[in-house]
């Protein structure tokens, strides 16, 4: 840019220094200046600029000098009075050193620097004419601000140096170019290719890639396509300059390993199911969205994982495809009531398939089943894939127990019966059409029962068979009809009415009971009676059954009593009512028919008795001695009350003392005796009649040691 102001020339000399003074504009400042100072004088010539730059900007420095010897060039910049950059430029003439004399050479050096943070090119342009010259580069730190500079120009020649001095700083075309960074991927997975790209673009500027230092075929501010290299990038602007980035290496990371492994097949039954676990990597991302290495499939799908290693390398596996198939339906279908009562059954039926296995083992579709349990079936289709049925329950109710229980023998005789007792239920019904639990059976026939339990199960009994036998006829027979007689005497009972083979069990009434019966031994048809009783007899024929005579009554009569006492001055006997006839050593006494006799000589007497039966008893001899004659004192015994009922007492001489007590029926039989001193008598359960009581009392002399008393029991 050729726009400013020329610089009004100020000229100062001060030691030898000349300072000019220019004023500030936006372009091109310039100063030229000449010194008169003689030749072996050093001349400084300065100035200096002010002005505001910019970072980025470029200012250019030109100097043009005649002159007749070397030159030396000092420019500086401060800022703040701290300095930012010196340039120091020194020149010399080919010619060496010259006389004052000789002709002036005219020299130009251009010096072009650029404001900016890092370090720019110094340029040094000489022209015309053949010289050398360097350029010192002490310090550069560019920033904006406002900056000044200034130039110094010394000589060591004899003549002054014409120098003409020009500054111009604007905005070089180059200036905008800054040096440029590459962007993008640089790490690269096997396989993957990236595009880099020149971080900041500049309008109009051409692009030149380089990989491994060889062109590459792309002119644009991008690179696609790129795998492993080094790669730079040169810059040129519209100006024609240029910048080159640093290098940048993409390199490219291997893969790593993506397979799926599967724990089992990959094809099985709904309610399976398989592991699929991923190579080993650092993560992990599987097609359903999971990131753990290991995934638990249980349903139909593809699936895939993409395995990423350390080097944040990816790779994805090949499908890997899981079936699962449908199992079948499994399903119990029964052909009735699942309850039934025991003797029933129910057929259990599966679903279709192509085979079963029943929990009770069996392989048929269908099975019968009756008796109690829980079923299940598993059934398995064409896939192979099997189902378990939910558990089908059948409940087989007990039948309740159905028997007969009959309260005695079911074969009896004719008039006889049997209680029939069915088992325990809820409800009966017996063959007869009765519906209670016992029936009451009196004739032949054959009976059963259905019983009826809690749960409405039926059972019906065997069957009971009930006979009745006839009964035979059962009669007594005596000889002549004759039912009674004298003690020591017998009678032949004769029992008839039974078949052959009949058996007899003759019996006796207990004396004094209403109806109780003795056994006895003799099991003839004949019986030889000796003794006093009612008797009966049970005919059992062949078929058990029995019949019982009506009751004879057999009377034995007893002998009279005839038992001798010596009483006083008698012999008396006692118990012995009828007629009564004395013996004296044998021979009858005539006239002596009472129950007593006093005796006139001594000797052994007798006496018959014969009662009214006609039944007759010889005493036994009582020998008679004339002794003294004992008190019998009979008169002072007394019973009372009497009659009674077997409870009295006995009234008795105060002197005398009861040793023993006996009491007789009227037969002479000895039904009570106690040793007792007591006077008081209790005998419970004595019939009604009369009765003999006899008083043995202590012995004592002068007195009768017993004595006979009647009593009636009512």
Same mark, same amino acid.
């Given at each position: 840019?050729?726009?400013?102001?020329?610089?009004?020339?100020?000229?100062?000399?001060?030691?030898?220094?000349?300072?000019?003074?220019?004023?500030?504009?936006?372009?091109?400042?310039?100063?030229?200046?000449?010194?008169?100072?003689?030749?072996?004088?050093?001349?400084?010539?300065?100035?200096?600029?002010?002005?505001?730059?910019?970072?980025g900007?470029?200012?250019?420095?030109?100097?043009?000098?005649?002159?007749?010897?070397?030159?030396?060039?000092?420019?500086?910049?401060?800022?703040?009075?701290?300095?930012?950059?010196?340039?120091?430029?020194?020149?010399?003439?080919?010619?060496?050193?010259?006389?004052?004399?000789?002709?002036k050479?005219?020299k130009?050096?251009?010096?072009?620097?650029?404001?900016?943070?890092?370090?720019?090119?110094?340029?040094?342009?000489?022209?015309?004419?053949?010289?050398?010259?360097?350029?010192?580069?002490?310090?550069?730190?560019?920033?904006?601000?406002?900056?000044?500079?200034?130039?110094?120009t010394? $000589?060591?020649?004899?003549?002054?140096?014409?120098?003409?001095?020009?500054?111009?700083?604007?905005?070089?075309?180059?200036?905008?170019?800054?040096?440029?960074?590459?962007?993008? *991927?640089?790490?690269?997975?096997?396989?993957?290719?990236t595009?880099?790209?020149?971080?900041?673009?500049?309008?109009?500027?051409?692009?030149?890639?380089?990989?491994?230092?060889?062109?590459?075929?792309?002119?644009?501010?991008?690179? =696609?396509?790129?795998?492993?290299? =080094?790669?730079?990038?040169?810059?040129?602007?519209?100006?024609?300059?240029?910048?080159?980035?640093?290098?940048? *290496?993409?390199?490219?990371?291997?893969?790593?390993?993506?397979?799926?492994?599967?724990?089992?097949?990959?094809?099985?039954?709904?309610?399976?199911?398989?592991?699929?676990?991923?190579?080993?990597?650092?993560?992990?991302?599987?097609?359903?969205?999971?990131? $753990?290495?290991s995934?638990?499939?249980?349903?139909?799908?593809?699936?895939?994982?993409?395995?990423?290693?350390?080097?944040?390398?990816?790779?994805?596996?090949?499908?890997?495809?899981?079936?699962?198939?449908?199992?079948?339906?499994?399903?119990i279908?029964?052909?009735g009531?699942?309850?039934?009562?025991?003797?029933?059954?129910?057929?259990?039926?599966?679903?279709?398939?192509?085979?079963?296995?029943?929990?009770?083992g069996?392989?048929?579709?269908?099975?019968?089943?009756?008796? $109690?349990?829980?079923?299940?079936?598993?059934?398995?289709?064409?896939?192979?894939?099997?189902?378990?049925?939910?558990?089908?329950?059948?409940?087989?109710?007990?039948?309740?127990?159905?028997?007969?229980?009959?309260?005695?023998?079911?074969?009896?005789?004719?008039?006889?019966?049997?209680?029939?007792?069915?088992?325990?239920?809820?409800?009966?019904?017996?063959?007869?059409?009765?519906?209670?639990?016992?029936?009451?059976?009196?004739?032949?026939?054959?009976?059963?029962?259905?019983?009826?339990?809690?749960?409405?199960?039926?059972?019906?009994s065997?069957?009971?068979?009930?006979?009745?036998?006839?009964l035979?006829?059962?009669?007594?027979?005596?000889?002549?009809?004759?039912?009674?007689?004298?003690?020591?005497?017998?009678?032949?009972?004769?029992?008839?009415?039974?078949?052959?083979?009949?058996?007899?069990?003759?019996?006796?009434?207990?004396?004094?009971?209403?109806?109780?019966?003795?056994?006895?031994?003799?099991?003839?048809?004949?019986?030889?009676?000796?003794?006093?009783?009612?008797?009966?007899?049970?005919v059992?024929?062949?078929?058990?059954?029995?019949?019982?005579?009506?009751?004879?009554?057999?009377?034995?009569?007893?002998?009279?009593?005839?038992?001798?006492?010596?009483?006083?001055?008698?012999?008396?006997?006692?118990?012995?009512?009828?007629?009564?006839?004395?013996?004296?050593?044998g021979?009858?006494?005539?006239?002596?028919?009472?129950?007593?006799?006093?005796?006139?000589?001594?000797?052994?007497?007798?006496v018959?008795?014969?009662?009214?039966h006609?039944?007759?008893v010889?005493?036994?001899?009582?020998?008679?001695?004339?002794?003294?004659?004992?008190?019998?004192?009979?008169?002072?015994?007394?019973?009372?009350?009497?009659?009674?009922?077997?409870?009295?007492?006995?009234?008795?001489?105060?002197?005398?003392?009861?040793?023993?007590?006996?009491?007789?029926?009227?037969?002479?039989?000895?039904?009570?005796?106690?040793?007792?001193?007591?006077?008081?008598?209790?005998?419970?359960?004595?019939?009604?009649?009369?009765?003999?009581?006899?008083?043995?009392?202590?012995?004592?002399?002068?007195?009768a040691?017993?004595?006979?008393?009647?009593?009636?029991?009512?």
């Amino acid at each position: 840019m050729n726009m400013g102001y020329r610089i009004n020339r100020l000229k100062y000399l001060v030691l030898g220094i000349i300072f000019f003074v220019l004023g500030i504009g936006e372009g091109m400042a310039q100063a030229s200046f000449a010194s008169d100072a003689n030749y072996s004088t050093a001349y400084y010539k300065s100035m200096y600029f002010s002005s505001n730059l910019q970072s980025g900007q470029y200012f250019k420095l030109s100097v043009t000098i005649e002159s007749m010897g070397d030159i030396e060039l000092t420019f500086f910049e401060k800022k703040c009075r701290k300095v930012k950059f010196k340039i120091h430029a020194t020149f010399y003439s080919d010619k060496g050193c010259q006389k004052p004399a000789l002709q002036k050479e005219k020299k130009k050096i251009t010096i072009h620097r650029r404001l900016n943070a890092g370090f720019g090119t110094d340029d040094i342009i000489i022209a015309p004419g053949s010289y050398s010259g360097s350029i010192d580069v002490d310090y550069t730190v560019i920033d904006g601000g406002k900056t000044r500079f200034f130039g110094l120009t010394q $000589s060591f020649v004899s003549e002054n140096p014409s120098v003409d001095l020009k500054l111009d700083y604007f905005f070089n075309p180059c200036s905008g170019l800054v040096t440029p960074s590459i962007i993008g *991927e640089t790490n690269l997975c096997a396989g993957e290719k990236t595009t880099l790209s020149v971080a900041s673009t500049v309008d109009g500027a051409t692009y030149q890639w380089y990989k491994n230092g060889v062109l590459q075929n792309e002119t644009g501010h991008t690179l =696609s396509g790129v795998s492993s290299g =080094s790669f730079t990038v040169t810059v040129t602007n519209a100006s024609g300059c240029s910048a080159t980035s640093a290098i940048t *290496e993409v390199t490219v990371d291997e893969l790593p390993e993506s397979k799926i492994t599967a724990s089992g097949s990959l094809k099985f039954c709904k309610g399976g199911s398989v592991t699929l676990t991923a190579s080993t990597g650092t993560s992990y991302l599987w097609s359903t969205g999971s990131t $753990s290495q290991s995934i638990n499939v249980s349903a139909s799908g593809s699936f895939t994982v993409t395995v990423t290693n350390a080097l944040g390398c990816s790779a994805t596996s090949a499908i890997t495809k899981v079936t699962v198939d449908d199992l079948p339906e499994s399903k119990i279908t029964a052909s009735g009531p699942l309850k039934f009562c025991k003797g029933g059954s129910v057929t259990l039926t599966a679903s279709a398939g192509t085979s079963y296995l029943w929990s009770t083992g069996s392989t048929s579709q269908s099975i019968n089943v009756s008796a $109690s349990g829980s079923f299940t079936v598993t059934v398995t289709n064409a896939l192979g894939c099997s189902a378990t049925s939910a558990i089908t329950k059948v409940t087989v109710d007990d039948l309740p127990e159905s028997k007969i229980t009959a309260s005695g023998r079911l074969k009896f005789c004719k008039g006889g019966s049997v209680t029939l007792t069915a088992s325990t239920g809820t409800s009966y019904l017996w063959s007869t059409g009765s519906t209670s639990q016992s029936i009451n059976v009196s004739a032949s026939g054959s009976f059963t029962v259905t019983v009826t339990n809690a749960l409405g199960c039926s059972a019906t009994s065997a069957i009971t068979k009930v006979t009745v036998e006839s009964l035979p006829t059962a009669t007594i027979s005596t000889p002549a009809n004759k039912t009674s007689f004298c003690a020591g005497e017998s009678i032949v009972l004769t029992a008839s009415g039974g078949d052959d083979g009949a058996t007899y069990n003759w019996a006796k009434k207990v004396l004094y009971s209403d109806n109780s019966w003795t056994s006895l031994s003799e099991m003839t048809k004949n019986l030889q009676v000796t003794e006093t009783g009612t008797y009966r007899v049970t005919v059992s024929n062949n078929n058990n059954c029995s019949a019982t005579s009506a009751a004879t009554v057999v009377t034995i009569h007893a002998l009279p009593s005839s038992s001798i006492q010596h009483v006083g001055s008698e012999l008396r006997l006692f118990n012995a009512s009828g007629k009564h006839q004395w013996y004296l050593d044998g021979r009858k006494i005539e006239g002596a028919t009472s129950y007593s006799h006093v005796p006139t000589q001594v000797g052994k007497y007798r006496v018959q008795t014969t009662n009214e039966h006609g039944c007759s008893v010889m005493s036994e001899p009582y020998e008679f001695k004339m002794t003294r004659v004992r008190r019998s004192l009979d008169g002072e015994f007394m019973i009372y009350p009497n009659p009674n009922k077997g409870h009295f007492w006995i009234k008795k001489p105060s002197e005398v003392e009861i040793a023993e007590l006996r009491v007789y029926d009227m037969l002479g039989r000895e039904y009570h005796r106690v040793k007792t001193k007591q006077t008081e008598v209790n005998i419970p359960g004595l019939a009604g009649g009369m009765y003999f009581l006899e008083i043995i009392t202590k012995p004592q002399e002068g007195y009768a040691p017993s004595r006979t008393k009647k009593f009636i029991v009512k």
